[in-house]
């Protein structure tokens, strides 16, 4: 499933909007200008490309009701083995608005929201610029926006949550209803509707003690048909995902949190010899496995230093090595320094550089594998008003 790139925007943004809001939490207006870099290149690929976004977003946020916009433009640049030439795009991506409200009591939360995908990016493109794009799942590691537009996204949403002693129960969900949309301009009857999906999410967060906490999400996304022109043609597996979250406050200037998160994905429906609609005869998914360290640092008042280690693990699917749907998996780790220095109250400015290393094993997209070296660098200024 691709990230679209207002859900990515939208989730950059709000996070660092989160660090401005825990300093100055009487200003109700936030906005968030964000900036990425990213390249990368291949060795035994003749692949290499490059990735800039720019994101805006502005947030308005009371204790019971809130709004928001984000917008973001990209600019990609690449060229993967699998074509002769270079993919290439400049826009607008669609503009995501959100909207939420809250109810409080003593030991019990509530938040009932409304978010809006307005497709004001660029969704359709010709059936050649479509096979030049990188369909393989190392899209993820490799570029932060892979899906420039869509159809008209309406996703409605809720969380309830119940503290009682050291321990906060949480449920949550969200169901999207996506739009349709033509993928490319030079087929006709092409139209592409992706299927509904649905995701619930169990929550348990363990207080240890003033400066401790352990934090456990357990989420599943069904996923409804997609369908061409009418006719259902593909159905995403569902998919499981567990997440642990080790928290700790050391010595007043140091913070951590230890995650480890595991997905697995269910077998696709799809269409086969262009008339059968049918369940997979093996699982082209691959279950996947992550742990990655944050780091905080109070250097001072205005200056707090970041980090982040990870590594990530993604098993070889359930189809023999002579099929063209197998995929051997891949290794990646990553490394991301970085800093956040408030100017004032109102005013925080973030950095954060990336290094990964990806070692991509043979699949259809990569038949002989390949290794990637991908380096991002995101700069970023949130104001509050």
Excluded: C
């Amino acid at each position: 499933m691709k990230i679209t790139a207002t859900v990515l925007a939208a989730v950059l943004a709000l996070g660092a909007s989160s660090a401005l809001a825990e300093q100055e939490k009487n200003k109700p207006l936030t906005v968030a200008i964000f900036s990425n870099m990213g390249s990368f290149s291949a060795s035994g690929e003749d692949a290499d490309g490059s990735q800039s976004i720019a994101y805006l977003q502005m947030v308005y946020a009371t204790s019971s009701w809130g709004v928001g916009f984000t917008s973001s433009y990209a600019n990609a640049d690449y060229k993967t083995s699998a074509s002769n030439e270079r993919y290439q795009r400049s826009t607008m991506t669609d503009t995501a608005l959100t909207s939420f409200y809250n109810i409080r009591r003593t030991n019990f939360r509530a938040r009932l929201g409304l978010d809006l995908g307005i497709p004001t990016g660029q969704e359709t493109q010709t059936a050649e610029e479509l096979g030049r794009s990188i369909s393989d799942d190392i899209y993820q590691d490799l570029l932060l926006i892979n899906t420039y537009g869509s159809g008209f996204n309406m996703a409605g949403h809720m969380s309830l949550s119940y503290k009682t002693g050291p321990v906060t129960l949480g449920l949550g969900a969200r169901y999207l209803v996506a739009g349709a949309y033509d993928p490319m301009s030079d087929r006709e009857k092409d139209e592409f509707d992706p299927g509904d999906s649905l995701m619930a999410l169990v929550s348990v967060l363990f207080n240890v003690g003033e400066k401790g906490g352990a934090l456990f999400n357990l989420s599943r996304t069904t996923q409804g048909k997609d369908k061409q022109d009418g006719v259902d043609i593909f159905r995403n597996g569902d998919i499981t995902a567990l997440e642990i979250r080790l928290m700790n406050e050391w010595f007043g200037d140091l913070s951590t949190s230890l995650v480890g998160v595991a997905r697995q994905q269910e077998k696709n429906e799809r269409i086969y010899s262009g008339k059968s609609y049918k369940v997979e005869t093996g699982n082209a998914n691959a279950n996947s496995t992550e742990v990655f360290m944050e780091m905080a640092y109070t250097m001072s008042d205005p200056l707090i230093l970041t980090g982040v280690l990870g590594y990530k693990m993604v098993d070889a699917n359930d189809y023999p090595e002579d099929d063209y749907l197998y995929d051997g998996g891949r290794t990646k780790y990553y490394v991301e320094p970085g800093l956040r220095w408030s100017f004032s109250k109102r005013t925080l400015l973030s950095l954060k550089l990336r290094y990964s290393g990806i070692d991509d094993k043979k699949d259809s997209f990569s038949p002989n594998g390949a290794t990637y070296s991908v380096y991002n660098a995101d700069l970023g200024l949130i104001m509050g008003f």
